[in-house]
Nanobody, 120 residues
């Protein structure tokens, strides 16, 4: 099992930027996809972005395409989410996930979440 710890959340004004980090530890010897999900108050958790082990494959929700970028540093066992042009509707708790591949990531490990608040 892989343990995940997110960081980098906070309060930012609309139009601003934040970078989230997710550090993996534990059984990191095998390859795994990583991704980000978010959950706003009163809403279901939704997919944000994902990246394959080697970084060649990425996927984004339509709502964040062109504004968010996911990338990873396998030497540091860390995945990042660069969030630009933030909007109030991006406010949510952001969760990191890791699994054998992008399709099965939600059945793998989850972090505890980090709060992102975008003020208008």
């Amino acid at each position: 099992q892989v343990q995940l710890v997110e960081s980098g959340g906070g309060l930012v004004q609309a139009g601003g930027s934040l970078r989230l980090s997710c550090a993996a530890s534990g059984r990191t010897g095998s390859s795994y996809a990583m991704g980000w999900f978010r959950q706003a108050p009163g809403k279901e958790r939704e997919f944000v972005a994902a990246i394959s082990w080697g970084g060649a494959v990425t996927s984004y929700a339509d709502s964040v395409k062109g504004r968010f970028t996911i990338y990873r540093d396998n030497a540091k066992n860390t995945v990042y989410l660069q969030m630009n042009i933030l909007k109030p509707e991006d406010t949510a708790v952001y969760y990191c996930a890791a699994g054998p591949n992008i399709a099965t990531m939600t059945a793998g490990s989850w972090g505890q979440g980090t709060q992102v608040t975008v003020s208008s």
